[in-house]
């Protein structure tokens, strides 16, 4: 026998050691999650290289977000996770004739984004009845919008291209009672949407100055990309 053939088995036969929520089918978290990095491209469409790929990184995300999980069996879990993210940051991200000179202004960016994750889970044979390991992965809608605003002006989404991605996670539930459990978990995932926006005025006030504002709708790209760490309350049925 092929030390594959033996880890398979080991894997689908060793569900029996243990019951995947101590008895129960549901599990409801409500999760806290930080997310290391995300980036804004700024003119994803330019035909210059350098300013195609010219970003206004955003740090520290937090979001909150709720998942419910049903167990298929004593080993596998199919889950529905739902997030709201929504970060914003000044930067100097937008150039404007002011008073016959070009000058640089500082405007808050950010995004609004709510993916849409369907999951599957595998119970890893080392777990307890105190500690759940598992494994996971599965398929993401993502859908969002670009935000900015400079002085009293801000922008509207005029058509945004939602996304689709894939993710994967690993994490661990710790039981605090029979139906309460705190969950830790690590996942990697990139979403990623362009929006096109325009402004909703011709122009704005800052620091004293009537600064003009494009007419033309723009495209903006964002793209989440920093390892996701989720801390939350799983209450189970």
Partial sequence: MTKITLLLILLFTGSDLFCQYNGHNFSVSLNGLYTTSGSI????????????????????????????????????????????IKQTAKGPNFSAPIENTFATIIVEDGFLLIPLEVSAYYLLPFSTE??????????????GEFIRKIGDAE????????????????????????????????????????VKSKYSKQDTMYEGHIVPLPEKPFDTKIDINGVTFVLGIAFQI
């Fill in 41 to 84: 491209f700024l003119n994803p469409n330019s035909n210059d290289i350098v300013l195609r790929n010219e970003t206004f990184d955003i740090d520290d995300i937090l979001d909150y977000g709720i998942e419910v999980r049903y167990g298929l069996g004593e080993s596998f879990i199919i889950g529905l996770n739902v997030e709201y």
């Fill in 130 to 143: 105190d500690f759940k390991f598992s494994m996971g992965g599965g398929l993401a809608y993502y859908n």
């Fill in 155 to 194: 922008i509207t989404n005029v058509d945004k291209q939602a996304a689709f991605g894939i993710h994967v996670s690993v994490g661990m539930d710790y039981m605090l009672r029979n139906n309460v459990a705190i969950n830790f978990s690590m996942k990697f995932r990139d979403p990623q949407l362009t």
